[in-house]
């Protein structure tokens, strides 16, 4: 490392997994315990608008430690992986202990294992595809980024707008694959001895009853208020906000198209898929540690034997 930058590497704990099992409450347990800082590394927990919907950090939780890269955008703004791993390296610097959490497996490995320097898109041709999608649907243009990029496209939700549009753009505009270009990336800046990867999880059917109760949670808690408030403000439906899971789903219901009980089924199985996708993601990085959401102490455990060691390490 140069001179221009720190003689030690802080440790990093990074909390991963799929939705619902218990991320955010290890880390805060782990913040409070350590004086840490948790940065998010969720995609849709950047959103300003819906809190609720996206089980970002109630207010008691951020009481009890600071919180980094939480709902700092509008519904309309969009944000790249690379973009979002600029902002994060820098809460990374400024905190004493960092905490990375969130299931967002994409925005991990640009962070911390580099990413390759995709070119400058422009607008106008992301553009194009929004309308597109808008046009003819999600699945559609899904259906075509599964043509042309299979690898990348098993990857991500077919509702799943931000990503689809950024994959085509870039496949248009530079004739790549986009999985052909995450496969060039530049050596990370973090050294792996110092970041300790633990993953909780459960078998997708124990999950699925967890994942029913925190919707209904999340209803009783106004997510239908929230996104009725998020649509008058945002009413755009190519946002790039509205691609969240359970965010179509009760538009879809306040305009009419769904039931109730309709959009609650089908925010349950989406986020359940999604939820299949974070672990297959997951579980091919044979760097993380797994636990069961019961064996959380044990995971705390781990997590602060490997902060109490030596919190800092010379580069």
Known sequence: MSGSKQSVMKKIVCLVGPTGCGKSALAVRLAQSVGGTIVNADSRQVYRDIPIVTAQPDAESLRFCPHRLYGFLNMSERISAGEWSSLAAAELMA??????????????RALLDGMAAIPHVPRE????????????????LHAELMRADPAYAEKIHPNDRQRIVRALSVLHFTGRRFSEWHKQTPPSAYPERGI???GLRLPLEELKPILKQRIDMMLASGALEEIRAALEKT????APG????????LRNMLEGRLTLDEASEQWLQNTRAYAKRQLTWF???????????????????VAMRFLEEQNTLPC
Request: proline letters at 6%.
């Open 196 to 198: 300790l990867r633990i």
């Open 283 to 301: 579980r091919a990085d044979p760097r993380i540690l797994w636990f069961a959401p019961t064996e959380a102490d044990r995971a705390y455990d």
């Open 95 to 108: 905190a004493e202990i960092p905490i990375l959490t969130g299931g967002t497996g994409m925005y991990l």
């Open 235 to 238: 009413p755009q439906a190519e």
């Open 242 to 249: 509205w691609s969240g899971i359970g965010c179509q789903e």
């Open 125 to 140: 041709l992301e553009n194009t595809l929004i309308e597109r999608c808008v046009r003819e649907g999600n699945a559609t």
